[in-house]
């Protein structure tokens, strides 16, 4: 069968292969003499159909496809079952990091409050054996401050360099692939270099948690819950692992559909968890009320580097973003006025489709955008293929909507104004601008030799 969204005769995702899948899971399973039966047994193993991502075989290897599908339930519970063993060396502290984006979904799920979501979840993680259960926002906080930096920088070198602008968002692991596996030097040159929440998340659990606890980073699991299968991906970038240590900053990605799964097989709903505190990487000190960013479906990069330019750039407070919808709901615009002079016009592209139309306009030359927050996912985040799924495989319309209800009344917190963040900037990476903060922070996308050429794909 060929894929939609590929020129290859044949996608390795739309193969439903269970002899390969359970051989390459089978394989992380039997180290260490694990190949045992438990509870757990028969949780299914990781499949990713091209219609959960964008990554097909196209822009896939084998390889890559193997540690994909070892990212499942069983990688969870391997650790979880060597941390019950005699072999104190084989022991892992065990952090699991929960996305901003997945705790509407279990909100929703489960008839509760986000931040009843979000302590039950920490409480059901805790009760199988976790040790700590932390909330991204601090590292989307990092990489939108990150990000707002950036985008001012580009704009005042825009005349000296060709591929100042447009900035493209590095949050979306979906479209980065697509964009170093397809689109090359067209594009990459314009992403901005920030790492995204999860990858930063991954640098403060190895990195600042780590030293905090006198612990080697070799020595922490760190599982990221996430509303989509990009996000695994992502944690296999060979940029985002430490030699020293044989160490990924994340080393296994769930998506908020999977951790249900788990909750079906040991028959518990959420609403009957006991409650316990998020904590944070700071000590003892743990979570208050859960917060977001500004933007409807997104951590709302797009609304950050949009007000924080028009300030910095032409001293103008922007209180709210007026969106004008172009050719559907998933491509807007918002542009800033000044004497009669349009200074700055975002926009926001989800989905493919729209992703193309705009790559389309890069290619001719009439690309009018100084900034583009790109989601592969229709709707944004909180669409993610790993949750709010009928089991078709559908949307399921009804609790994306009230997902969006519930994002939506989620008090918002500047980056600018989280306290921890300033003072980690200053006590962890040795300034604002330092060579340290470049180091943890940012990183450098690049096009990735390719044999098939796919910009002329009709999405």
Known sequence: MKCENCTKKECSKKQKNDDTQSTSVD?????????????????????????????????MTSEEGARVFQQNQKELFRVLNLNKKCDTSKHKVLAVSICPQSLPYFAAKFNLSVNDAAKRLCGFLKSLGVHYVFDTTIAADF?????????VQRYQRRTQEDHALPMFASACPGWIRYAERVLANLVTPHICTAKSP?????????????????????????????????????????????????????????????????????????????????????????????????????????????????????????????????????????????????????????????????????????????????LACPGGCLNGKGQAQTE????????????????????????????????????????????KVQDTLHTKYSAVN?????LDIKW
């Open 450 to 454: 390719q044999t098939v050429s796919n």
């Open 198 to 374: 999860q990858q930063i998340m991954g640098s403060l659990v190895k990195g600042y948690f780590a030293r905090q606890q006198n612990l080697s980073p070799d020595k922490i699991f760190h599982v990221i819950v996430a509303p989509c299968y990009d996000k695994k991906l992502e944690a296999l970038r060979e940029d985002f692992y430490t030699a020293l240590y044989n160490s990924q900053e994340v080393d296994c990605v769930l998506t908020s559909g999977e951790i249900v799964q788990i909750m079906e097989q040991k028959n518990v709903s959420l609403k009957d968890v006991t409650e316990v505190a998020v904590d944070t990487l700071f000590d003892e000190t743990k979570e208050g009320e859960v917060v977001r960013h500004d933007g409807k479906r997104s951590d709302g990069y797009l609304e950050h580097i949009f007000k924080h330019a028009a300030k910095e750039l032409f001293g103008m407070d922007v209180k709210e973003i007026t969106y004008k919808a172009l050719k559907n709901k998933d491509f807007q615009e918002v542009t800033l006025e000044k004497d009669g002079e349009t200074v700055l016009r975002f926009a926001a592209a989800y989905g493919f489709r729209n992703i193309q139309n705009l790559v389309l306009k890069l290619k001719k030359g009439k690309f009018l955008y100084h900034f583009v927050e790109v």
């Open 27 to 59: 394989a992380v399973s039997s180290n260490d003499g694990l190949e045992e039966k438990n509870e757990f047994h028969t949780l299914a193993n990781a499949k990713i159909l091209l219609s959960d991502c964008l990554a097909c075989d196209n822009c």
């Open 143 to 151: 990489s939108i401050l990150e990000s707002q930096r950036e985008f």
């Open 392 to 435: 078709d495989g559908k949307p399921d319309k009804a609790l994306l909507s009230q997902m969006e209800e519930v994002y939506a009344a989620i008090p918002v917190r500047l980056p600018e104004t989280n306290v921890r963040v300033q003072r980690m900037y200053q006590d962890w990476l040795e300034g604002v601008d330092s060579k």
